[in-house]
């Protein structure tokens, strides 16, 4: 008889704390779970802009403090500077033709006010894919609003390789004295 109670206690017991910690479990991952659905459509909003050669749209996606790292090029600090970055970028991917694809199956974390986004996106040209790359973003949410405080993508494909020492241009010969060649 003792043994059964105690059964019965453990057993409770056991069921009280599974109880407990699927409850603690199922509170946290809402709010969680909707800030990383924000985080996605942030950047499904990037993509819509983009493509749509929306640079006002695209910056407004950024902090004013918020720096994007492109490739090939400086970092761009500041909400204007990333106005004017993508309103020239657009305009070179307009005029070629490009249209970019974000997968939608992208990495999200969210750690308070802090959160990020990874994944992998293709250039199009003519629904041919012509380039493909990675990308980070990390976004800071204030007001209850997600935007990007960091940008960084980058290409798949290998640096272009130096010229050859026969396409270098040849090195001016120094002048003799007297200033002759």
């Known amino acids: 008889m003792i043994r059964s109670e105690t059964t019965s206690w453990l057993t409770a017991g056991l069921a009280t704390l599974v109880f407990l910690l699927a409850g603690d479990a199922d509170a946290a991952p809402p709010k969680a779970g909707a800030d ?9 909003d990037w993509e819509k802009a983009f493509n749509a050669g929306d640079a006002k749209a695209v910056a407004a996606l950024y902090a004013d403090d918020a ?6 090029n400086p970092g761009v600090r500041g909400r204007a500077a990333i106005e004017a970055f993508f309103i020239k970028d657009i305009a ?3 005029a070629a033709g490009v249209v970019l694809v974000v997968n939608p199956k992208t990495d999200v974390g969210v750690s308070g006010d802090i959160g990020w986004e990874s994944g992998t996106f293709t250039a199009t040209v003519k629904g041919a894919v012509v380039e493909s790359g990675k990308f980070l973003s990390v976004s800071r949410k204030k007001n ?12 798949d ?7 050859s020492a026969a396409q270098a241009p040849a090195a001016p010969s120094a002048p003799t004295p007297g200033g002759k060649k």
């Open 92 to 94: 070179e991917a307009k």
């Open 157 to 163: 494909a290998a640096p272009a390789a130096p010229p």
């Open 67 to 72: 720096l994007i790292l492109p490739p090939g």
């Open 36 to 44: 990383e659905a924000a985080i996605r459509a942030q950047g499904r």
């Open 144 to 155: 209850g609003k997600w935007l990007y405080l960091r940008d960084t993508w980058n290409t």
